[in-house]
C-alpha cells in the first residue's frame, strides 16, 4: 500500500468507528521500527544456544504424561517461554484469553474478572469500550505476573453453529477489525504483548485440526484477512496466533501464503507468529512463516529446539530464518517494554472497579430484539415469576481455554465430561451474579419467584400467577465443539411458548454464544438478547428490564429463520465422524473440506442480500426505548455526513450505520462506517466519517481496484432497514497493499 493510502486507511479506520474516549485515541503507539533495530542488535550477541530458547515453550501445568519440568518462575497458565538473563531478556508468561485471566482448572486457586463474551462486547459498537475493558483485563494479567494475554480473538462468524463464537466478535470485518484493534490497544496499554487469533479462516470447530479451507485469494483478502489486517493496523499487537485448520491443504501454523507472503510480506509484520498448542506439523513450519512453537508437549515433538539449531548450524538459509525468528520475538518484546517493566506476581486487583466495566459493558452490548410495549418493565410490579437458567444463582458463561472464575469460583457447574486435559475445561459455568437477586433489588415490593424449568406445567402455572413472566434461556457453547442446529437445548423452545400461552407478559431473556432460532417469538412480548454477560450479567440485565439503562446494543451478528438460510445448511463434518473434545476426529480419517467459496466474501448479511433472503433478525438490529432519526446524507468522495437526531423522550444512544448498497451498477451490501452516539431526548448531533476505499474495493491480481462508476450509499438502522439512497460518482483506483 502507498504512503498516502496508509494514511488514509489508518484515519478511516478510527474516524469510521466514532472514537471519543481519549485513551482510545491516544492510546501510544507502538515503535515498531526502534525495537526491531533494537532486537536486530540483540540477536547478533546471541550465542547459538540462546537462539533456539525463545522459539518454544512449555504449557506450564501438570497435565499428567511426559509433562516437562515447570521452571520455578513459571506461572500456571497457558504457556512459559524461558528468557536469556545474560541479554536481559525476560522470560514470556502467557495466560488465556480476550474475555479475562483464564482460570486453568483452579490451578491457581485465585479469581479473575470476567468480561461478557466477545460478541456482547461487539454488540455495543464501541471500540472506546473495548479499550476500556482491554486496558481492564490486561491490567489483571500484568498483576498476576503475567506479560502475554493470548487476546484478540477477531475470527469472522461465517457459520453460527461454531462453538468459538461467543469468543470472537462479528461477522462484518471492518467492525471486527476496528473493536479488537481497540481492545488490543488497551491490553497492551499495561506494557504486555497481546495476540491477534486465530490466523485465519478458523470457522468450526468440528474436526478443526483436519478441515481444510477451500476459498479465493480475493474472497479471502475481501473478508476475513481484512478483519485481521485493520486489527494489526489499529492495535498493533505484538504476536499473531496462527490456526488449527488448513488452508488450501497447508496447516495454517506452517502456511507460507498466510505467513511469510500476506502477513509479513505484503502486510509488513514486524511482530512474531506463535502457534496454538498442539498445531505445529513439523519443523519445515518455521520455513513456512512460523517463530514461536508453543505449548510444545502437545505437538508430535519439540521441532523448535536442537533441531531447529542443528539445521541452523548446517544451512546458511535456516540460520537466517533463526535469526529472523528471534528478532521478531525480541521486537515484540521491546516494543511492548516487557524489560522496561516487568511482571511480577501479586499485584493488586481493584476488582470492584473492574467488575463496574464488565458490568458497563454488558449494559451497552445487551441488545432489545423484540418489545411490544412491555418494557421496561415496572418497579410497582407486584408478582414476578422467573423461569428457568438458573437465573436464582448466576449467568452462563462460554467453556474451553477462554473460561474465567470470577472471585469465590462459579455458582453453578455442571460438568459435561471428556478425556484428557479437555475434562476440566469443558464444563457448563455459570458467573456468581444473580439475575433474580438483581431484579428483586429493583423491584422491591415485588414478590418473586422462581421455577427451574424442568416441569413446564410447574413452570405454566407460576406463570399464570405473576403479572410478569420472565423466562431465561440458555445456550451453552465450548471452544472444541459446535452445535448440531440453532435451537435452545432441552425443551426451551417448548418451555417458552407454554408459559407465553399462560401469561402475555412473558419477557425472554437469551443468554447464548451466538443466534438462535426463535419459533415462539410471536408470542412473547419482548425479547432481549444477553450473550453470555460476564461478572456482572445479573444487573445488568435487570437494569435493562427495568428501564435504568436504555437498551443501546446493537446485532454484530445475523440471526438466522432456519439453518436452510446458511451458505452450508449442513455444518461441514457433522456426517463426516465424531469429534472428539480436542476437535479431531475419533476415525483416524484427516479429510474434511471447508467450502467458503459458496459465500466468498459474502459473509453474514453480505449473503442474505446476496439471496435476497429475509433473517430473522438482521445485522445491526437492535431496538431502544426511545428513538431516533438519521437525515441528510451527504458524501463526497471518501467522506460522509450526516445528522442523528434523538426524536423520543429520554435519553439513549443510537449506532448509526452507512452501508454501501451499489457499486457501478452492481449491488453490493457491505458495512461503510459506523458511530455510536449518545443523546438527551430531543438532542441531536453531526456525524462524519471516512470510508475506507477497501470496503469499496475488489482484491484482484495482487492489489485493491475500485471501478469508476456510481457508489451507491445508504444510512441503516440495519443492513436490511435502509434509508434514501445517496450516490456519488468516484473514479477508477488501484493499489498495492
Request: hydrophobic residues 40%; contains cysteine.
Amino acid at each position: 500500500m502507498s504512503k498516502v493510502w496508509r494514511l488514509l486507511v489508518a484515519a478511516s479506520t478510527m474516524v469510521v468507528a466514532g472514537t471519543t474516549d481519549t485513551r482510545a485515541q491516544q492510546a501510544p503507539a507502538v515503535d515498531m521500527k526502534a525495537a526491531d533495530a533494537r532486537a536486530a542488535a540483540t540477536v547478533k550477541q546471541m550465542t547459538a544456544d540462546e537462539k533456539v530458547v525463545l522459539t518454544h515453550g512449555i504449557m506450564p501445568l501438570p497435565l499428567g504424561g511426559p509433562t516437562p519440568p515447570i521452571p520455578s518462575d513459571a506461572i500456571a497458565g497457558a504457556g512459559y517461554i524461558p528468557g536469556i538473563e545474560r541479554l536481559g531478556v525476560p522470560a514470556l508468561k502467557e495466560t488465556d484469553a480476550s474475555l479475562g485471566v483464564s482460570y486453568v482448572m483452579g490451578i491457581r486457586k485465585d479469581g479473575a474478572t470476567a468480561l461478557p463474551s466477545g460478541v456482547a462486547q461487539a454488540a455495543s459498537w464501541n471500540p472506546d469500550l473495548m479499550y476500556r475493558g482491554g486496558a481492564m483485563i490486561g491490567s489483571e494479567a500484568r498483576a498476576k505476573g503475567f506479560n502475554v494475554l493470548l487476546a484478540g480473538g477477531v475470527n469472522l462468524m461465517r457459520d453460527p453453529r461454531n462453538g468459538r463464537t461467543f469468543e470472537y466478535l462479528a461477522e462484518d470485518p471492518l467492525l471486527s477489525g476496528i473493536l479488537v484493534g481497540a481492545a488490543i490497544r488497551g491490553i497492551q496499554s499495561n506494557n504486555i504483548i497481546s495476540t491477534i487469533k486465530h490466523f485465519a479462516l478458523n470457522g468450526q470447530e468440528t474436526g478443526r485440526k483436519y478441515v481444510d479451507v477451500k476459498i479465493s485469494e480475493g474472497a479471502a483478502r475481501e473478508s476475513d484477512l481484512l478483519a485481521f489486517q485493520i486489527g494489526i493496523e489499529q492495535g498493533q499487537p505484538g504476536s499473531v496466533m496462527c490456526a488449527y485448520n488448513r488452508v488450501w491443504g497447508e496447516q495454517a501454523c506452517a502456511n507460507d501464503w498466510l505467513l511469510n507472503k500476506v502477513l509479513k510480506g505484503s502486510w509488513g509484520y514486524k511482530g512474531f507468529v506463535m502457534s496454538d498448542w498442539g498445531a505445529v506439523p513439523n519443523i519445515d513450519a518455521a520455513l513456512k512463516g512460523l517463530d514461536q512453537q508453543s505449548g510444545e508437549q502437545l505437538d508430535p515433538a519439540v521441532f523448535f529446539g536442537d533441531k531447529l539449531k542443528d539445521k541452523a548450524a548446517a544451512d546458511p538459509a535456516w540460520k537466517a530464518r533463526l535469526d529472523d525468528m528471534n528478532r521478531r520475538v525480541l521486537t515484540a518484546i521491546y516494543a511492548s517494554g516487557l524489560d522496561r517493566s516487568p511482571v511480577k506476581a501479586g499485584g493488586k486487583i481493584d476488582f470492584a472497579a473492574n467488575g463496574a466495566v464488565a458490568e458497563e459493558v454488558a449494559k451497552q452490548g445487551i441488545v432489545l430484539l423484540k418489545n411490544n410495549g412491555a418494557l421496561p418493565l415496572a418497579k410497582s410490579a407486584k408478582s414476578i415469576a422467573i423461569i428457568g437458567g438458573y437465573a436464582d444463582g448466576g449467568v452462563l458463561s462460554g467453556a474451553g481455554s477462554s473460561q474465567v472464575h470470577g472471585e469465590g469460583g462459579p455458582a453453578v457447574t455442571r460438568p459435561i465430561g471428556g478425556k484428557g486435559v479437555w475434562a476440566g475445561f469443558i464444563a457448563q459455568q455459570y458467573h456468581r451474579s444473580s439475575p433474580m437477586d438483581a431484579i428483586q433489588a429493583l423491584a422491591k415490593d415485588a414478590k418473586v419467584t422462581f421455577r427451574d424449568g424442568r416441569y413446564i406445567a410447574d413452570a405454566v402455572e407460576k406463570a399464570k400467577q405473576s403479572e410478569v413472566a420472565i423466562v431465561f434461556a440458555t445456550q451453552w457453547t465450548t471452544e472444541g465443539l459446535d452445535v448440531p442446529d440453532l435451537s435452545l437445548p432441552d425443551g426451551q423452545d417448548e418451555l417458552i411458548a407454554a408459559v407465553a400461552a399462560a401469561n402475555p407478559n412473558t419477557i425472554v431473556v437469551l443468554e447464548t454464544g451466538g443466534p438462535v432460532k426463535m419459533p415462539w417469538l410471536d408470542k412473547v412480548a419482548g425479547v432481549i438478547e444477553a450473550w453470555y454477560p460476564g461478572a456482572r450479567g445479573g444487573p445488568a440485565i435487570a437494569s435493562v428490564l427495568f428501564g435504568d439503562t436504555n437498551p443501546s446494543g446493537r446485532l454484530p451478528l445475523t440471526f438466522p429463520a432456519s439453518e436452510a438460510q446458511l451458505p452450508r445448511p449442513k455444518l461441514d463434518g457433522s456426517d463426516w465422524v465424531e469429534p472428539d473434545f480436542s476437535g479431531g476426529p475419533s476415525s483416524g480419517s484427516d479429510k474434511l473440506t471447508a467450502d467458503y467459496d459458496i459465500e466468498g466474501s459474502d459473509v453474514g448479511y453480505r449473503w442474505f442480500a446476496r439471496q435476497g433472503a429475509k433473517p430473522l433478525f438482521p445485522f445491526g438490529h437492535g431496538l431502544s426505548y426511545t428513538t431516533f432519526e438519521s437525515t441528510g446524507l451527504k458524501v463526497k468522495g471518501l467522506t460522509a455526513s450526516f445528522t442523528v437526531k434523538n426524536t423520543g423522550k429520554r435519553e439513549g444512544a443510537d449506532v448509526a450505520q452507512l452501508y454501501l448498497v451499489d457499486r457501478a451498477g452492481q449491488a453490493k451490501r457491505r458495512l461503510a462506517g459506523f458511530q455510536r452516539v449518545n443523546l438527551a431526548a430531543g438532542a441531536s448531533q453531526n456525524v462524519s466519517l471516512t470510508i475506507d476505499p477497501r470496503i469499496l474495493a475488489d482484491w484482484k491480481n495482487g492489489g485493491w481496484t475500485m471501478p469508476a462508476g456510481e457508489y451507491t450509499f445508504a444510512l441503516g438502522k440495519d443492513a436490511e432497514t435502509l434509508g434514501t439512497p445517496v450516490k456519488v460518482r468516484m473514479p477508477a483506483k488501484t493499489w498495492k497493499d
